[in-house]
């Protein structure tokens, strides 16, 4: 089950900081958008994703926006940043983050991916050799599909404690 384990947890991208960043020498950063940035029905950023983009910004970080959601919404949110994303990125395969990754031009060794969801941004950060953090989804989704989805997370989550 190792391979679903985050690397690193926190409760929401607020409670990310600089440091963190600085001390695991992050230059680069796959950030998932729905429920890890903003909830599923916010079609753009608001104050806390702002305030946390800016933040990478400031201590040199460069990002992108990597996401299993279609163009429509990805392109949307992303527009106001100026910034490298791939929609219908395919997580957990890899070629969406592979993508993002030659774009903004990442080294593995160098690189976070941020995510809410174990099967899909972990499972891809760790098959990429990324560091991962996971976040609580801001949001639940309340179908019974992601009701199982989140029962086997915790699971996985409760086998790496
Ligand atoms: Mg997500």
């Keep these: 089950m190792k391979k679903f384990y985050p690397d690193v947890k926190f409760k929401s991208i607020k409670d990310i900081t600089a440091d963190f960043f600085r001390e695991k020498g992050i230059g680069y950063a796959l950030l998932d958008i729905d429920n890890t940035l903003v909830s599923y029905t916010s079609p753009l950023a608001d ?3 702002r305030a946390f983009l800016s933040m990478l910004s400031e201590i040199g970080i460069k990002y992108a926006f990597v996401s299993n959601n ?3 919404r990805v392109k949307k949110f992303a527009e106001e940043f100026g910034t490298v994303y791939v929609n219908d990125a395919g997580k957990p395969l890899l070629f969406g983050i592979k993508r993002a990754m030659r ?3 990442a080294q593995r060794s160098q690189t976070v991916l941020i995510g809410d969801q174990v099967f899909t ?6 098959r990429a050799g990324l560091l991962t ?9 309340e179908t019974p599909f992601f009701a199982v989805k ?3 997370e915790k699971i996985v989550l409760k086998d790496m404690k």
């Design 150 to 152: 989140r029962y086997l």
């Design 47 to 49: 104050d806390n994703a």
């Design 133 to 141: 953090v996971m976040v609580d989804p801001i949001e639940a989704k």
């Design 103 to 105: 774009k903004i031009g």
């Design 70 to 72: 279609h163009k429509e």
């Design 121 to 126: 941004d972990v499972y891809a950060g760790k």
